[in-house]
T-cell receptor
Framework: RKEVEQDPGPFNVPEGATVAFNCTYS??????FFWYRQDCRKEPKLLMS???SGNEDGRFTAQLNRASQYISLLIRDSKLSDSATYLC??????????????FGKGTKLSVKP | DAGVIQSPRHEVTEMGQEVTLRCKPI?????LFWYRQTMMRGLELLIY????????DSGMPEDRFSAKMPNASFSTLKIQPSEPRDSAVYFC?????????????FGPGTRLTVL
């Protein structure tokens, strides 16, 4: 079983649509969670951290379900500029150390006019 | 502030040649990571350093790969000899401080093609 699994997509949606991405992780000891965004031929960039209570940043909402080992990202009122690949990322950090980030392969989003 | 700097941005070489990739992390960041990204395998961690010391190199594919961090502002990833299957985008990333909640800042990557 892969450590972090995502639906690769692509998700093709019209402008203004709401779209949701899901991700599951296998290591129950995972301590922190992120969504990264990667534009075509660019480096990954942090979109947002994911907190246990759920968190929102403008049009973006992230949720975490530790019991089900499941993470989600919701994008409301999607814009053309949201077109990118969204990477689900999990950190298994031991004893307060950085550990390392385990990346999913990403879900590709294409927002059409 | 300057982000993570990588060079070269593109590298085309022939099988058997030595390749050296370079990285300058963000000043003040204690952690430095080397990743490789391919369509088939996605983004994979190769090795990471904390305060210039290699902590985990379990992702380094084989002995042909080596990485060094002689000081806090410079790291290299070397492939010798290179093979066509090494073709990928290699990213360097850095992160501040300690704690599993810290995110990472990626450089623009080096696109390597081995013919």
């Amino acid at each position: 079983r892969k450590e972090v699994e995502q639906d690769p997509g692509p998700f093709n949606v019209p402008e203004g649509a709401t779209v949701a991405f899901n991700c599951t992780y296998s290591n129950s000891a995972s301590q922190s969670f992120f969504w990264y965004r990667q534009d075509c031929r660019k480096e990954p960039k942090l979109l947002m951290s994911v907190y246990s209570s759920g968190n929102e940043d403008g049009r973006f909402t992230a949720q975490l379900n530790r019991a089900s080992q499941y993470i989600s990202l919701l994008i409301r009122d999607s814009k053309l500029s949201d077109s990118a690949t969204y990477l689900c990322v999990v950190n298994v950090g031991y004893g307060g150390s950085q550990g390392n980030l385990i990346f999913g392969k990403g879900t590709k989003l294409s927002v059409k006019p | 502030d300057a982000g993570v700097i990588q060079s070269p941005r593109h590298e085309v070489t022939e099988m058997g040649q030595e390749v050296t990739l370079r990285c300058k992390p963000i000043s003040g960041h204690d952690y430095l990571f080397w990743y490789r990204q391919t369509m088939m395998r996605g983004l994979e961690l190769l090795i990471y350093f904390n305060n210039n010391v290699p902590i985990d190199d379990s992702g380094m594919p084989e002995d042909r790969f080596s990485a060094k961090m002689p000081n806090a502002s410079f790291s290299t990833l070397k492939i010798q000899p290179s093979e066509p299957r090494d073709s990928a985008v290699y990213f360097c990333a850095s992160s501040p401080g300690t704690g599993a909640g810290r995110s990472q800042y990626f450089g623009p990557g080096t696109r390597l093609t081995v013919l």
